[in-house]
T-cell receptor, first 117, second 112 residues
């Protein structure tokens, strides 16, 4: 299994809703990432988990709350989002957080297209 | 501040042409340069380069890194319409816990 699976694929939520994005990988990767990608822009890092511990938080607003229940799962809890948070949210994983192994790179999931209304 | 710049931002070619995409980087404690292809959703991994001057090839795609001049190129020969995509390069550093700094991407359109 060489995939990163993200659910849901699409999500529409109101500004007062609470929702969660889920990410799962079974490649034995020990680092997992959340990226945000706006239209026609490159992905921007939000969070890094390495060995189930939060290693990097790129000054992301507290309305985004990551959680890593185990080494295969990564969640992003959403609360009180703004319309400008509408974007493609990408999860990725790599062998480990300190280095990226050649020929594996970093594997991205297919993303969740989030629309905040 | 770390920076990755790609050029051109977009190009249109005919099937069968060769394209060369450029990526320059300024990254503290540089470790690796990665190339991705992004069509509609997830970026798909193409290459990872860590050593200067060694070409990596996969079919019609190839890439090389110049660590002295701080750039990489991605070549696509005998282009096909299925090569139409955004090509992203990203740089990783030794002290970034796996963080990748992405360039803005090059939009490639291959016309029949």
């Amino acid at each position: 299994d060489t995939e990163v699976t993200q659910t849901p694929k699409h999500l529409v939520m109101g500004m007062t809703n609470k929702k969660s994005l889920k990410c799962e990988q079974h490649m034995g990767h020990r680092a997992m990432y959340w990226y945000k990608q706006k239209a026609k822009k490159p992905p921007e890092l939000m969070f890094v988990y390495s060995y189930e511990k939060l290693s990097i938080n790129e000054s992301v607003p507290s309305r985004f709350s990551p959680e890593c229940p185990n080494s295969s799962l990564l969640n992003l809890h959403l609360h009180a989002l703004q319309p400008e948070d509408s974007a493609l949210y990408l999860c990725a994983s790599s062998q480990d957080g300190g280095r990226i192994r050649p020929n594996y790179g970093y594997t991205f999931g297919s993303g969740t297209r989030l629309t905040v209304v | 501040e770390d920076k990755v710049v790609q050029s051109p931002l977009s190009l249109v070619v005919h099937e069968g042409d060769t394209v060369t995409l450029n990526c320059s980087y300024e990254v503290t404690n540089f470790r690796s340069l990665l190339w991705y292809k992004q069509e509609k959703k997830a970026p798909t991994f193409l290459f990872m380069l860590t050593s200067s001057g060694i070409e990596k090839k996969s079919g019609r795609l190839s890439s090389i890194l110049d660590k002295k001049e701080l750039f990489s190129i991605l070549n696509i020969t005998a282009t096909q319409t299925g090569d139409s995509a955004v090509y992203l390069c990203a740089a990783g550093s030794t002290d970034s816990w796996g963080k990748l700094q992405f360039g803005a991407g090059t939009q490639v359109v291959v016309t029949p």
